[in-house]
């Protein structure tokens, strides 16, 4: 709420509080250099009336705050509970303020020195953490949303993005699956991330003393095991590294963050438990993110180390084509390592008949698929000139090294 031109009226029947008799002068026998006197204090006391009341309403109230649904939940959690403020300050002022499409322009000047990569996330994100393990030596760069990360690179701001494409608990990420179709980056290696969760608190708490637990809704599912034991109540957030933030900026004792523990170094939190996601040491080992490096412009592929190739295609008569689409790999010793399909949104439906059976209405589908296989060899070259053939769409999305060490 906001005034904007608002205008005050002074009523001569009502009293004006702040004022009194002697700021008008007597109220008999006035000249007019008294009048005039009292008029310029009657404008000096509007004045400033009315730039206090502007203050006032130029300040949001609760109900006009954008609405967060983190943020939402854990002021329910704290009307409800009342819980109980510790007094607990950490300055994350000197944190990067993520990119977004309306700060642009003015986010992040560049000195030239490091090369900077986008991420979506806060600082101690693990797509952070996939980009240092990348680049060691890079500049982060946090972004509000996937597809800010995408219009960073696009738009030059920085050298590369590093985004999630899949994890091996969680599956696939088929938001970013789009995104690499309605964007011209190109993918230029990848980074496969082992995820240790944690459950972070405030110094001096100790995890029974938890009550609400803030984070990502992936990673409470993939730690609902450890909630249940502890009997605590999971509240869904935007990210991991978020909720580490609203944890440490609101010092609240009853409510923990699962997130990594880099999370927990930037936001001064103390770890209370590591490896919690899905109950066992064995179960830790296995859940992995895999983050594609995207790029404005492609890398030349080798044949020096192994290599791996994404594709985008489409099938001319349906997905009924796809068994010999995909035998063009092997016939061809070609490893097929992943394949995804997402629905075609401009024709969904495509119509098959047959003569003996009629026609039947079946799912049009975007296929992506991996190979194990460097653009280089002539084996890959000759197996995508084949599957050409059958296809309606095709692009390759890169062909890069793979990574082998988790």
Same mark, same amino acid.
């Given at each position: 709420?906001?005034?904007?031109?608002?205008?005050?009226?002074?009523?001569?029947?009502? *009293?004006?509080?702040?004022?009194?008799?002697?700021?008008?002068?007597?109220?008999?026998?006035?000249?007019?250099?008294?009048?005039?006197?009292?008029?310029?204090?009657? =404008? =000096?006391?509007?004045? +400033?009336?009315? $730039?206090?009341?502007? %203050?006032?309403?130029?300040?949001?109230?609760?109900?006009?705050?954008?609405?967060?649904?983190?943020? #939402?939940?854990?002021?329910? !959690?704290?009307?409800? %509970?009342?819980? #109980?403020?510790?007094?607990? %300050?950490?300055?994350?002022?000197?944190?990067?303020?993520?990119? $977004?499409?309306?700060?642009?322009?003015?986010?992040?000047?560049?000195?030239?020195?490091? &090369?900077?990569?986008?991420?979506?996330?806060?600082?101690?994100?693990?797509?952070?953490?996939?980009?240092?393990?990348?680049?060691?030596?890079?500049?982060?760069?946090?972004?509000?949303?996937?597809?800010?990360?995408?219009?960073? &690179?696009?738009?030059?701001?920085?050298?590369?993005?590093?985004?999630? !494409?899949?994890?091996?608990?969680?599956?696939?990420?088929?938001?970013?699956?789009?995104?690499?179709?309605?964007?011209?980056?190109?993918?230029?290696?990848?980074?496969?991330?082992?995820?240790?969760?944690?459950?972070?608190?405030?110094?001096? @708490?100790?995890?029974?003393?938890?009550?609400?637990?803030?984070?990502?809704?992936?990673?409470?599912?993939?730690?609902?095991?450890?909630?249940?034991?502890? +009997?605590?109540?999971?509240?869904?957030? +935007?990210?991991?590294?978020?909720?580490?933030?609203?944890?440490?900026?609101?010092?609240?004792?009853?409510?923990?963050?699962?997130?990594?523990?880099?999370?927990?170094?930037?936001?001064?939190? #103390? @770890?209370?438990?590591?490896?919690?996601?899905?109950?066992?040491? /064995?179960?830790?080992?296995?859940?992995?993110?895999?983050?594609?490096?995207?790029?404005?412009? *492609?890398?030349?592929?080798?044949?020096?180390?192994?290599?791996?190739?994404?594709?985008?295609?489409?099938?001319?008569?349906?997905?009924?084509?796809?068994?010999?689409?995909?035998?063009?790999?092997? @016939?061809?010793?070609?490893?097929? !390592?992943? !394949?995804?399909?997402?629905?075609?949104?401009?024709?969904?439906?495509?119509?098959?008949?047959?003569?003996?059976?009629?026609?039947?209405?079946?799912?049009?589908?975007?296929?992506?698929?991996?190979?194990?296989?460097?653009?280089?060899?002539?084996?890959? /070259?000759?197996?995508?000139?084949?599957?050409?053939?059958?296809?309606?769409?095709?692009?390759?999305? +890169?062909?890069?090294?793979?990574?082998?060490?988790?």
């Amino acid at each position: 709420m906001a005034l904007e031109g608002a205008s005050i009226r002074v009523c001569s029947s009502a *009293p004006c509080s702040g004022l009194s008799a002697s700021d008008f002068g007597s109220s008999s026998g006035a000249t007019s250099v008294s009048l005039r006197l009292d008029l310029e204090k009657l =404008r =000096r006391w509007e004045c +400033g009336r009315l $730039s206090a009341l502007t %203050q006032r309403a130029t300040t949001p109230v609760e109900d006009e705050k954008p609405h967060t649904p983190e943020v #939402e939940s854990y002021r329910a !959690i704290e009307r409800t %509970q009342g819980i #109980e403020s510790l007094h607990f %300050q950490k300055d994350l002022s000197f944190l990067p303020k993520p990119l $977004s499409s309306s700060n642009y322009l003015s986010s992040f000047p560049r000195d030239g020195s490091k &090369v900077r990569i986008a991420y979506q996330g806060l600082p101690g994100a693990y797509s952070e953490a996939a980009a240092l393990k990348a680049y060691p030596s890079c500049e982060t760069v946090p972004c509000e949303r996937f597809e800010d990360a995408f219009k960073a &690179v696009e738009r030059c701001l920085v050298d590369k993005a590093v985004l999630p !494409i899949e994890n091996s608990v969680g599956g696939s990420i088929h938001h970013n699956y789009d995104l690499l179709l309605e964007h011209r980056l190109h993918i230029v290696g990848e980074v496969l991330l082992q995820v240790n969760h944690c459950l972070l608190g405030l110094p001096g @708490i100790k995890k029974e003393e938890i009550k609400f637990v803030l984070s990502h809704p992936m990673a409470l599912a993939q730690c609902d095991m450890m909630l249940s034991n502890l +009997g605590v109540v999971g509240v869904n957030a +935007g990210d991991t590294a978020g909720s580490a933030q609203v944890v440490a900026s609101t010092g609240q004792r009853e409510t923990g963050a699962i997130a990594s523990a880099r999370a927990a170094k930037i936001y001064g939190l #103390e @770890i209370l438990a590591e490896k919690i996601q899905l109950g066992t040491d /064995q179960d830790f080992e296995k859940n992995i993110t895999r983050f594609p490096i995207l790029a404005r412009e *492609p890398i030349i592929p080798g044949l020096d180390r192994p290599y791996k190739t994404t594709v985008a295609f489409t099938l001319e008569e349906g997905a009924d084509l796809l068994f010999k689409a995909l035998s063009v790999f092997a @016939i061809r010793d070609i490893n097929l !390592i992943k !394949i995804e399909s997402r629905p075609l949104r401009q024709y969904p439906l495509r119509i098959i008949g047959n003569s003996n059976e009629g026609s039947t209405n079946c799912f049009d589908c975007l296929f992506f698929i991996d190979i194990e296989a460097s653009m280089a060899d002539c084996r890959a /070259q000759n197996a995508l000139g084949h599957l050409q053939e059958f296809t309606g769409f095709l692009r390759i999305l +890169g062909s890069y090294p793979m990574d082998t060490v988790v």
